[in-house]
């Protein structure tokens, strides 16, 4: 198997556009990424994306997008995985260049969410859950994440105040990310009285819906040498499943998709929990933040909040956790998280953050997840 | 790079299933499958899909079907390329072995299209066109293949009797194939007058909306040797793109994106067009039958309909295509239509084929495109 690296990155600004539709933002990422990779060619294009069918009524979407970025006749292939499509797209396109078929592959993500109705959107979102067993039956999808923060509060004894603390960070480390959605701080007054969505998940425990693309380059050795002088390599990846529907699930207090993934991309990457010095992690909700530190090892089961509140995962502490703002303040736009994840790491180990940058970044993970982690990816990168 | 094998092959009839679901059928094949495979545990799926966001309102597909099928917590993805997402989602998972990453992999297709009144069932297909630049102008898919059929009779000069000739010899075929849709013979002159769907492009020439699941197992030679007795090598891959919307292509009498493909796949494989015994292509309309016999190389330009005339492509002849019946009358279920022809090819190469098996089949192709012509996989296999 080739070793595989990344050596260019593009990201849009993460907002509402109402003046460029979905062609334009991923047409904008690529070229980022692809000025950012000296200009490279690539010969392959995977593309993640969740909702473009129903939203914009477009399908083909590969080609649709790789054909607006100037990039013709190459392969260009669609990879759905919900919100955790972006990680998806890049496991796939991973293997394409690992395998020898591609040397140069653009892996882009994309989503554009708010141009239809928020009613319409958040109804399409919720597809990322077991419609027949799940949502049909009422539970919407932030109702499942609220099952999980209410028994996760209740068998730890975690109050509320405790998990604020997450959004907290988020929007802190947000005002360094210049194309952040919410760069923003807020007091913690502000997210203890926000307005409960589904008890006890309240206002400030969700990622917001917004419009944004994200590209990466990935190369082989002797591709990488000739585009980069910064290449990152991608020593570790792992993809794994749960049930679809919670009601399957043998435990509710961890993600074993999350546990999976992270287990096969750390034996990959010969590392463990301790050496990882930065990480993008998929908090949709506040819960999924904290419970994922747990999952990835980077805190014992039920003392996320504490490490948290300790300042474990603070800028230039001993892990710098989501400096992008994470899905929480950065923003999250669903298909292509898992690629902005991917970038900003590539970033911050490159010494190339600019205000974002945290310090001694070395190694880092991103995590990535479909559903209430139904679909996971972790992917590693090392400078 | 790894050579890669089809080990097992599993199929669904194709009809309307009113008692059977996406999962059912995805479940049926996938269990056939591996059954076929003596039982193997794949380590990963891919599956091909285009319409289950719009008509089941389901995301995450991969894990919603793998889980059903009882593939648990390994790596699961949908891919999506129109039509053509199961040729797309084989390329994918033809990375996955051939990278070493993983050994065995279900390589799955499944599409429910009969459930939804035919004018949605017809107006999501058609987000296979530029949504932007044709269909809202109110060109339907049928009428752009109509646009190239019309262009192609006139500058070769071919009558519509001619291109009649092939939903002849597809329904003919596919009184061969147990799972076909429609397994019934048609006389020229019922083809000659059935009604206009849009002017050239009359109904025998478009294939019909059904449900079906198709799936295959690929693995590596060591995985391959364990299992079966009769692996099928796949020698040659290829993909590529053209421009989404017809207006932006140099040409409509040939389809660049299976030029490009089978130019990639024959060169890999180190064969030539004329070492193929046997093949299944993408016949959504006949006209794409009839340029494709063209494009990959199996008849010179415009003199496809000659060499249908003359029989070269009939069962048993110097070229077998579609024995199956193609899609116009084994059927199109669309995202699956490109792991049945896999599917199809890997059981009349191991002389597995019953009923629709042909003679002395040695080396086969399969041809699936997305859009009209926009992404196009070839895949060669052998014996």
Redesign the interface.
Known sequence: ??DVFVIGVGMTKIKAYWEK?LRNLFAEASIKAIEDANGISPD?I?IGN??A??L?????????L??YAGL???????????C?SGG?AF??A???V????YNAILVGGVEKLTETPSMITTS?LA??????YETYFGASFTALNALIMRYYMSVFKVPYEKIALWPLMMHENATYNPLAQLPFKVDLNTILNSPLIADPIRLFDCAPTGDGAAAVIIASEEIAKKHSDTPIFVPGIG??????ALS?RENLLSL?GTN?AAKKAYSMAKVNPNDINIAEIHDAFSILGIITLEDLGFSTKGEGTKDLENGKFSRNSVISVNPSGGLKARGHPVGATGIYQIAEIALQLRQDAGKMQIDNAELGLAHNI??VG??VSVTILRR
């Open positions: 198997m080739r539709s392959a995977f969740m909702a069918g129903e914009d009524k477009q399908a083909n979407l590969g080609v649709y790789a054909e013709k006749e190459i392969p260009a292939i669609r990879v759905e995985s919900a955790g998806a496991h796939a991973y293997l394409g690992a395998s020898g078929m399409v597809e990322a859950a077991d419609q027949e993809f794994a499943t749960d049930s679809l399957r074993k999976l479909g559903g139904a679909s």
